[in-house]
């Protein structure tokens, strides 16, 4: 089975491909390297001897793409590649617009035209409207809050929207919040630029390119007033392609959404403290004011995974500190 996967050097992508081992595979990686490194191919490399090649092709770049797809058989796609800042996403439309759109115009117009129905797409928990007091379903509201937001909804709208004349299947997993890092301490989540992420700020600060972290604000409704997130660890949300992929080879007809989080919300304030307890690593913290938009929790209810992809979380807050800092440690 040939797996294709965009963005497969990033941080969720590398991840992936590092535990895509069973024998059947034969995995093959495009990247344009934006937020991305070469070297972790190498990495990958040693790990999975299922990995059969790299490219660096942008998926803005629709002749490249073709002209890939014309040489490979490709059976699935898993759609990783994408920019994900949502601040970023507002000061710059047109590049996420590009990049994150057209980017799969063109990937979904060339799986067209070399007949590929076979699509798992990372989607993210930022198409929700805003929700207050309880965890989120997949049939819950969508709403677009950012530019961001705005991309992976169109995406997933042009989806569902030509999932009929190219008899798709597909599953759109929407993510909370990856975290962790690889057990071997040599993969994790290594942006270029400013992180926007709580982990690779934290990361900064265990590797001392930063003094403290910066929490905003304190009196959020949640049990210490710090804004709480649903962290999921790394592991547990590759578990979910894997499962997707089983699912997308033994039956017909599959066109699912599925949330992927940990089912709790987790404060700003437990992970700091869990690095303490866990690490023994006392991470410098400073409050400031909240940030426009921020709502005080933001989690899912994951019953639909746990019962269509027959999934469970495996590890917890305990297992993100200890990878992340082994990692960032090292
Ligand atoms: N990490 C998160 O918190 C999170 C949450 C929800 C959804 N997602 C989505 O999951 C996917 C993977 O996220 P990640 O955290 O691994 O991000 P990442 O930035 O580490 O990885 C994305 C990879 O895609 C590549 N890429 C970007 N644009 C490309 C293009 N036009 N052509 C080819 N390659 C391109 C980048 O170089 C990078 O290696 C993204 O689509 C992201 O929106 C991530």
Not at 287 to 302: E, M, Q, V
Request: aromatic share 12%.
């Amino acid at each position: 089975m040939n797996i294709l996967v965009t963005g497969g050097l990033g941080y969720i992508g590398s991840h992936l491909v590092s535990k895509l081992i069973d024998k059947k595979f034969s995995i093959f990686i495009i990247d344009n390297l934006n937020n991305s490194k070469r070297s972790t191919y190498k990495i990958l490399k040693k790990i999975n001897p299922n990995i059969k090649g790299f490219k660096k092709i942008d998926l803005k770049n629709k002749k490249k793409l073709l002209n890939y797809f014309k040489k490979k058989k490709i059976d699935i796609v898993i759609h990783m590649a994408g920019l994900k800042s949502v601040s970023e996403s507002y000061s710059n439309v047109k590049k996420y617009y590009n990049n994150n759109i057209l980017g799969f115009v063109n990937l979904i117009e060339t799986m067209q035209k070399s007949k590929i129905q076979k699509l798992i797409f990372s989607s993210s928990a930022s198409v929700y409207a805003p929700k207050i007091s309880s965890a989120i379903k997949e049939d819950d509201q969508l709403q677009i809050n950012s530019i961001y937001g705005f991309t992976k909804k169109t995406i997933e709208d042009i989806i569902f929207l030509k999932s009929k004349s190219l008899r798709l299947n597909y599953i759109i997993l929407r993510y909370f919040n990856p975290a962790g890092c690889h057990q071997n301490g040599l993969l994790g989540e290594n942006p270029k630029g400013t992180p926007n992420n709580l982990y690779p700020y934290i990361g900064d600060i265990i590797k001392k390119r930063r003094k403290y972290l910066k929490v905003y604000g304190n009196d959020y409704k949640t049990k210490d007033g710090t804004g709480a997130r649903d962290y999921i660890h790394i592991d547990d949300l590759v578990d979910t392609h894997l499962k997707s992929l089983q699912r997308l080879f033994k039956y017909k007809n599959i066109q699912e959404v599925f949330n992927v989080g940990c089912g709790k919300s987790i404060t700003v304030k437990a992970v700091i403290n869990s690095f303490k307890k866990f690490c023994n690593f006392k991470i410098k913290f400073k409050y400031y004011p909240r940030r426009y938009g921020d709502l005080d929790k933001i989690y899912t209810n994951n019953n639909k995974a746990k019962k269509i992809l027959q999934w469970r979380p495996e590890k917890n807050l305990k297992d993100i500190a200890l990878s992340t800092f082994k990692y960032y440690n090292k």
